[in-house]
């Protein structure tokens, strides 16, 4: 839910801290939501730290930021988010360079679906386990103490509606989304009394200017515009995080 416009508005006359102190992670920054929230994110000011599995994607999504934003606080980094050690010694690296880590968009995704659940092959569930829910596990674990210390941290994971509203043609998808959710909701209980801030952001699908540009007739009915997604997430940072905590946010 973007912010009211009295509430921008007091962002823009300086009642609100701006972005500018912020470290923000971006996991699954190659993906179709990570450039523009990378370039959101790195236009007000704040560190970005881009992450993807691989260097390359991470590189143009970083170069594409610094090129649109002017910005040289942006950061590229490859790790394999299935390796929780390898996870844990990024996020060491991370808080030691920079001193902190105020925020964690979780944007790794992964579809696997549309057959009936008694004839989907439960190798699907493997896949969807390690992308959706693994991945979760193990950048939340490793990037806890910093968030929860951080006066503005927030955990964002992007989710689905199916997650709370399963189908029997992507039932091992809205499961393992499911899961993911109950494991941020786990994450925000163990923020509880602080400034930072754990929620889930469920969207119906997600919208880019590819495939505007491809169906420019098409209504795309519910979809999430990527960069109406990253407007969400960067206001998320102006909120308090009594309002956000533990909560849905659609």
């Known amino acids: 839910m973007p912010l009211s416009p009295d509430a921008t508005a007091a962002s823009s006359n300086g009642l609100m801290e701006p972005l500018s102190d912020l470290v923000v992670v971006v996991a699954g920054a190659g993906g179709s939501a990570g450039p523009p929230l990378v370039q959101r994110l790195a236009s007000a000011g704040a560190t970005v730290v881009a992450l993807d599995s691989s260097q390359e994607r991470a590189e143009q999504v970083v170069a594409a930021a610094r090129e649109a934003t002017g910005s040289d606080r942006v950061e590229a980094h490859a790790v394999d988010l299935l390796d929780a050690a390898a996870t844990a010694d990024l996020a060491s690296d991370v808080v030691a360079r920079h001193g902190r880590v105020d925020g964690l968009a979780h944007l790794v995704g ?132 009594a309002e956000l905590n533990g909560k849905r946010i659609s």
Do not use: C
């Open 110 to 241: 992964g579809w696997r679906g549309g057959v009936h659940l008694a004839e989907e092959p439960l190798e699907d569930w493997d896949l969807l386990h390690d992308l959706l829910i693994r991945t979760l596990l193990h950048t939340s674990r490793a990037f806890h103490d910093a968030l929860k210390a951080s006066p503005r941290g927030r955990l964002v994971l992007i989710s689905t509606v199916q997650a709370q509203a399963p189908v029997s043609t992507n039932a091992m998808y809205g499961a393992a989304k499911a899961a993911a959710e109950a494991w941020t909701l786990a994450v925000a209980d163990s923020f509880a009394g602080t400034d930072a801030a754990a929620l889930i952001l469920p969207i119906k699908a997600l919208l880019t200017p590819e495939m505007r540009q491809a169906k420019p007739e098409a209504a795309f009915s519910g979809y999430t515009d990527v960069a109406a997604l990253a407007d969400t997430i960067h206001d998320l940072f102006l909120r308090p995080a």
